[in-house]
T-cell receptor, first 111, second 115 residues
Framework: QKEVEQNSGPLSVPEGAIASLNCTYS??????FFWYRQYSGKSPELIMS??SNGDKEDGRFTAQLNKASQYVSLLIRDSQPSDSATYLC???????????WGAGTKLIIKP | NAGVTQTPKFQVLKTGQSMTLQCAQDMNHNSMYWYRQDPGMGLRLIYY???????DKGEVPNGYNVSRLNKREFSLRLESAAPSQTSVYFC??????????????FGDGTRLSIL
């Protein structure tokens, strides 16, 4: 059973601090990794894709991938109240067209 | 969401009724997906269509059927609705460039309640 694990939270972070979200996966053959943000009552929205080991930065967001340890993380710098949402980690299945989804981490940014 | 249109946005059904959820895309993507999302459960794949003319079961296909009508449209049908099918249903699309190595993009969802 291929799995993606995330801490469900809630993770509470003060405004302006760095929020760190983690995700581990079981399929060693996975090659594509995605972070989605989902506001309450809305659909998931892609915020980061990462395919190679190391860091990928996009504005206040940094995705980090370590395939040897099978984890991917998302850092949010200078956290804002508008970053409060559930963050979903998704990993491609190496055998078909499917993405394997984590259950999400709820992030709360406190003013 | 631009590119993926789901109808209806909300629906209330009685147990045993049938209905079809519609999904249409204007991105010319090959792959389309139907998910359900329940509180605390994350996204669970019901069915997917890798390309026009093909459909495959996902993780939770029981109680559902799908039709890939053409490249633009992928519908999900509940033949005899049950309270356990109360959920939020999302349609997603993905460019077909290999084994799932592109992100998926979602419609706004259909909120379905079965009484």
């Amino acid at each position: 059973q291929k799995e993606v694990e995330q801490n469900s939270g809630p993770l509470s972070v003060p405004e302006g601090a760095i929020a760190s979200l983690n995700c581990t996966y079981s399929d060693r053959g996975s090659q594509s990794f995605f972070w989605y943000r989902q506001y309450s009552g809305k659909s998931p929205e892609l915020i980061m894709s990462i395919y190679s080991n190391g860091d990928k930065e996009d504005g206040r967001f940094t995705a980090q991938l370590n395939k040897a340890s099978q984890y991917v993380s998302l850092l949010i710098r200078d956290s804002q109240p508008s970053d409060s949402a559930t963050y979903l980690c998704a990993v491609n299945s190496n055998s078909n067209y499917q993405l394997i989804w984590g259950a999400g981490t709820k992030l709360i940014i406190k003013p | 969401n631009a590119g993926v249109t789901q109808t209806p946005k909300f629906q209330v059904l009685k147990t045993g009724q049938s209905m079809t959820l519609q999904c249409a895309q204007d991105m010319n993507h090959n792959s389309m997906y139907w998910y359900r999302q329940d509180p605390g459960m994350g996204l669970r794949l019901i069915y997917y269509s890798a390309s026009e003319g093909t459909t495959d079961k996902g993780e939770v296909p029981n109680g559902y059927n799908v039709s890939r009508l053409n490249k633009r449209e992928f519908s999900l049908r509940l033949e005899s609705a049950a309270p356990s099918q109360t959920s939020v249903y999302f349609c997603a699309i993905q460019p077909q460039t290999g084994w799932g190595n592109q992100p998926q993009h979602f419609g706004d969802g259909t909120r379905l309640s079965i009484l």
